[in-house]
Nanobody
């Protein structure tokens, strides 16, 4: 009932910035929270940031604090993950997720690759 498409991934140098976009469609009014997760080779998927669809309250994981910002674009159906001071450890496939209830993320995008060169 909700479709998610991530864009904006690519190759950046250490210390650079990159903005990822998640466009939600379908029954977006059912979304409770939208979140970003990332997954690197040999590691489990890691929580990055989340935003409440209605209130805009946002949470950023410790790994991204001070560097990452999640925001909803003008209250529309696009959520941005703005990343700065990127490090090689940020290299991962980044996934946009959404759920209809707190702590549930039943909808997933296809992922977008972020590669940070050392």
């Amino acid at each position: 009932q909700v479709q998610l498409v991530e864009t904006g991934g690519g190759l950046v140098q250490v210390g650079g910035s990159l903005s990822l976009s998640c466009e939600a469609s379908g029954r977006t009014f059912d979304i409770h929270d939208l979140a970003w997760f990332r997954q690197t080779q040999g590691k489990e998927r890691e929580f990055v940031a989340a935003i409440n669809w209605k209130s805009g309250a946002a949470v950023v994981a410790d790994a991204g604090k001070g560097r990452f910002t999640i925001r909803r674009d003008n209250g529309g159906n696009t959520v941005l993950l703005q990343m700065s001071s990127l490090e090689p450890e940020d290299t991962a496939v980044y996934y946009c997720t959404a759920g209809r209830s707190t702590g549930e993320f039943e909808y997933w995008g296809q992922g977008t690759q972020v590669t940070v060169s050392s």
